[in-house]
């Protein structure tokens, strides 16, 4: 089993910096990739970005320009660098950690709270 927790998360002012981590731990291969998404109150989940295992990442474009995906594969941990934040990034950010064994195999974190307010 895959045991997948999220962190970073917080309150934030407009304009500011948060840095999400995701890491991975327990029956982990090596060929992985990550994706995050996030929750508005009253929203469906949606893809922010994601970074497959080949390292090659997109992003949705409401943040293109602000965040950045990347990974650490000795670490199995996957980032989430988010700068110039807005009052509409507000979300619970989840991460989704996907790992290939012969066919692929998702795993979910618990969830992070991200809110941008003055």
């Known amino acids: 089993q895959v045991q997948v927790v999220e962190s970073g998360g917080g309150l934030v002012q407009p304009g500011g910096s948060l840095r999400l981590s995701c890491a991975a731990s327990g029956s982990i291969f090596n060929i992985f990739a990550v994706g995050w998404y996030r929750q508005a109150p009253g929203k469906e989940r949606e893809l922010v970005a994601a970074i497959n295992s080949g390292g090659i990442a997109n992003y949705a474009d409401s943040v293109k320009g602000r965040f950045t995906i990347s990974r650490d594969n000795a670490k199995n941990t996957g980032y989430l660098q988010m700068n110039s934040l807005k009052p509409e990034d507000t979300a619970v950010y989840y991460c989704?950690?996907?790992?290939?064994?012969?066919?692929?195999?998702?795993?979910w974190g618990q969830g992070t709270q991200v809110t941008v307010s003055s």
């Open positions: 989704n950690y996907r790992q290939y064994s012969i066919t692929w195999y998702d795993y």
